[in-house]
């Protein structure tokens, strides 16, 4: 699995294992913008896997909670890590799949994280505005996947 981020010096980076889902809608990518009071940033929508749930169980989850869509997930595309230092001080390292979703419903219902706003961005905007350097290489992977032959 490919490791992304740069760790800091003397902090410990729990394993959390995670998963992520990449949704193309009318030629857009589905992305939330958080904020979490010290300025917003932009991630793919999904998150932590809770108790024993699956990550296609997850990212369904996530996903709903997220932006409020309905969504199926597909394929796992690919796996990453990634260092992350969370806004609550925690040190983590996000560990999953990044999963192909279908849209079942494209009305928003169903979202309960307030500090999450589903943005729907150019697939160049998003490769430029991911926060996380392992978001915007899944999405490099899925765009390389679409041109293959």
């Not at 990518?29 to 997850?58: H, K, N, Q």
């Not at 150019?122 to 490769?127: F, K, N, W, Y």
Request: charged share 25%; hydrophobic share 40%.
């Amino acid at each position: 699995m490919l490791q992304f981020g740069i760790p800091r010096p003397h902090h410990t980076y729990a394993p959390r294992p995670t998963a992520f889902g990449i949704l193309v809608h009318e030629g857009r990518l589905a992305c939330v913008r958080i904020d979490r009071g010290e300025g917003s940033y932009l991630d793919l929508p999904g998150g932590a896997r809770d108790g024993d749930e699956s990550e296609p169980e997850a990212v369904v989850r996530e996903f709903r909670e997220e932006t409020g869509l309905r969504v199926a997930a597909d394929v796992c595309l690919t796996e990453a890590a990634q260092f992350v230092d969370k806004s609550d001080g925690r040190t983590v390292n996000n560990t999953g799949g990044f999963w192909t979703l279908r849209l079942l419903d494209p009305t928003p219902s169903g979202k309960i994280e307030d500090d999450h706003e589903l943005v729907w961005l150019d697939l160049v905007e998003a490769l430029a505005s991911l926060r996380h350097e392992a978001h915007a290489w899944a999405v490099a992977v899925w765009l390389r996947s679409r041109t293959s032959a």
